[in-house]
């Protein structure tokens, strides 16, 4: 006689076993509706995707806030627009900024000439338009070569200490300790010059401190973490731990200060240029624009008003941007 068959439910499991399962003081069951609960949280790809969100990087983060920042877009757009009139200025203005007529002095605004003439018959709008040139050459220059110098050195007396980074914190707090406009004043009296090169070279001695003590810093927080640790036990160089490693990590703090200070090294620039040490004739700049309309500002207010209104714009949308760029790469503000 065949023997009798256990009833099946439709979804085919015994209900003996699921009676079994149930008497066992209810873990099964427990564990039954949390792999239920889970399934039924799964949601189905979107289209496009094959598996969920990737993983974001701090640089994608902070690209995406930014792309939606309205600070940093009027910021990006201005200082896009005075990259561009400092390469091609003639663009924007076709006359010759070192040309003058002193017939129309202190004049003001003529058609074709919607900024007047300074105290010399010069064009005062195309000095401002060629005027961006040097200040954009100065601020970036001495931005990029402050951050090379000051990462470097920083960098380096984070990651190895002992006596280079006592070293390094004793040079820097004697440079700390120099007036800026009075340590430019004595530097380039000493080291003058037509050209933009001895400013800048005065801006990245007097800059690379901060920039330094900004990498230290990050430098000695970034190697105390479990993923340097881990590559220094697997055998890791101390090159290649810098390079792949901390420098990826750390920088984030050195491009949000460096990029405040370049607005802040256009400024340096116009007020030693209006001191009479900075730039000099025949190089076209604001701040010496500045300096030579400073006695007419009653009689002819025009002469000071646009290049001082150029300079300020341009020292404000750096800082904008260095503002935007800080909100986007600190974590504590997500």
Request: proline share 7%; hydrophobic share 45%; glycine share 12%.
């Amino acid at each position: 006689m065949p023997e009798p068959k256990t009833p099946q439910n439709p979804q085919g499991k015994n209900p003996h076993d699921e009676g079994a399962i149930s008497a066992l003081g209810g873990s099964g069951g427990a564990m039954d509706l949390a792999v239920a609960e889970g399934a039924s949280l799964e949601k189905p790809p979107k289209p496009g995707q094959s598996g969920g969100d990737k993983a974001r990087s701090l640089w994608s983060d902070a690209w995406h806030d930014l792309r939606r920042n309205p600070v940093f877009i009027v910021s990006g757009l201005i200082i896009a627009f005075l990259v561009f009139i400092s390469l091609w200025p003639h663009v924007l203005a076709s006359g010759d900024p070192l040309a003058c007529d002193l017939g129309k002095a202190q004049q003001g605004s003529q058609p074709g000439h919607p900024f007047g003439f300074n105290g010399q018959g010069c064009d005062v709008y195309t000095r401002t338009v060629y005027g961006a040139r040097a200040s954009v050459t100065v601020g970036v220059c001495a931005t990029v070569g402050v951050a090379l110098l000051g990462s470097l050195l920083g960098g380096l007396a984070g990651f190895f200490g002992g006596w280079f980074d006592a070293l390094l914190s004793r040079i820097t707090d004697v440079f700390f300790a120099i007036p800026v406009v009075l340590g430019g004043l004595v530097f380039l009296s000493v080291v003058p010059g037509t050209t933009v090169w001895p400013v800048i070279t005065f801006i990245v001695l007097l800059g690379w401190p901060q920039i330094a003590r900004i990498a230290r810093g990050s430098v000695i927080t970034a190697k105390q973490n479990d993923y340097v640790q881990a590559a220094r036990a697997l055998g890791a160089g101390n090159s290649r731990m810098l390079l792949r490693h901390i420098t990826p990590n750390a920088i984030a703090p050195v491009i949000v200060v460096a990029t405040i200070a370049l607005g802040t090294y256009i400024a340096l620039e116009a007020t030693l240029s209006y001191l009479g040490v900075g730039l000099k004739a025949p190089t076209v700049s604001w701040g010496i624009d500045i300096s030579s309309a400073s006695g007419y500002v009653r009689n002819a207010p025009h002469m000071l008003l646009w290049p001082a209104g150029a300079l300020a714009v341009t020292v404000l949308a750096f800082i904008m941007l260095g503002d935007a760029v800080r909100d986007a790469l600190d974590p504590k503000l997500r």
